[in-house]
């Protein structure tokens, strides 16, 4: 199966020789970078297409449950979840810039009408 640079495939290789959980168009342009969070069934991806997914595992194939575009200037080039608090995710990019995004806080719209930069939670 050859599936796009887009694409997030996840391979279980004790099993099988097939990937477990596909999702075919994950980012608009190649898919940089991937994080496991250790802690709860997400993983977060950083792409050219400057974006950073948070995507639950147990539905997968669904849209992604958060999704963080317009900060990054270039693509997304490193995603880390904090390993002591799992709601913490950190992202790097070429743009030289870092960003800290925390799951658990509240989008806040009195605060995000006055900030350029475009949160989308899908939880």
């Not at 050859?2 to 279980?12: E, F, G, K, T, V």
């Amino acid at each position: 199966m050859s599936l796009p640079l887009c694409s997030i495939q996840i391979w279980d290789t004790r099993t099988s020789a097939k990937p477990m959980l596909v999702h075919p168009v994950a980012h608009t342009s190649d898919v940089n970078v991937i994080h496991w969070n250790s802690r709860e069934p997400f993983i977060a991806s950083g792409g050219d297409d400057c974006a950073v997914r948070v995507w639950d595992l147990r539905s997968f194939t669904n849209d992604p449950v958060a999704e963080f575009k317009n900060h990054h200037k270039a693509p997304v080039c490193s995603v880390q979840w904090s390993p002591s608090e799992p709601s913490v995710l950190a992202s790097a990019g070429e743009d030289d810039q870092i960003a800290v995004w925390d799951l658990a806080v509240e989008h806040d719209t009195e605060v995000a009408s006055g900030c350029d930069d475009e949160v989308t939670y899908l939880i």
